[in-house]
């Protein structure tokens, strides 16, 4: 439980989808107007367990009883408060679950490559992150087993000591929405780095730029 300043209430609204106010023994005193927007029972005087159920295995996140919907929750102390502060993340897993929609109407033909494919997205700063899926053969290669390939971040598989032509592709696919060139991955699971000639391209969907990219080892057609 982290100390908040009753001054940093506004800051919280604003970066928060609302927030709700307790006194130590958990009685609701205070609801934000963004909250008091999405219903219209008056919970003002109730105690917060009696609107949200906290997920037992993992404490920042609960489900919004009134709403049935999932926010991700931090919780604060002041001297007599309770400041819980409540951000959906429903969207983004729609977001997500779109994303891995379209991956699945192209499994089959993903699956049948002859060739090593990963599919990774790009954050919004514009690094290699998410690992969506994999084909076998890019399993094979990485040295993954296929329920951790999915686990792993892909700016890893790029190696660090040839930055530049990791940026130089970033910078392609950003720009053209495409990429072929050599880039070196570094597998830390076989603990090897290979050169690779590379074919990617990049699209968006629902607002993530999502990366297909093939590998071939030079001289393999």
Known sequence: MEMIK????????????????TSLMGKVIYISEKLKKMIKDKIV????????????TNEHQAL?????????????E?????????????REDKKKQAILNMLSRYKMF???LPLPAVVFELSPEGFPSQILEANEKFIKESGYESDEIKSVNAI??????????????IKELIGKKGFAGKITLEFEKK???????????????????????????????
Do not use: Q, W
């Not at 005087?45 to 037992?56: A, C, S, T, V």
């Not at 919004?64 to 604060?76: A, I, P, R, S, Y």
């Open 191 to 221: 603990e090897e780095k290979n050169e690779y000639e590379i074919d990617a391209v990049m699209e968006n969907y629902n607002e993530h730029n999502v990366v297909i990219m093939i590998l071939r080892k030079e001289g393999i057609k």
């Open 45 to 56: 005087g109730i105690n917060i367990e009696d609107l949200f159920f906290i997920d037992p």
């Open 110 to 112: 993903f699956e049948k």
């Open 6 to 21: 009753e001054s940093s209430f506004v800051i919280l609204e604003a970066n928060y989808s609302f927030v709700i106010i």
């Open 156 to 169: 890893s598989l790029f190696d660090i000591g040839k930055i530049e032509d990791t940026k130089k592709m």
């Open 78 to 90: 002041s001297e007599d408060k309770k400041i819980y502060c409540f951000k959906e993340i429903l």
């Open 64 to 76: 919004f009883l009134l709403k049935n919907k999932k926010f991700e929750v931090d919780t604060f």
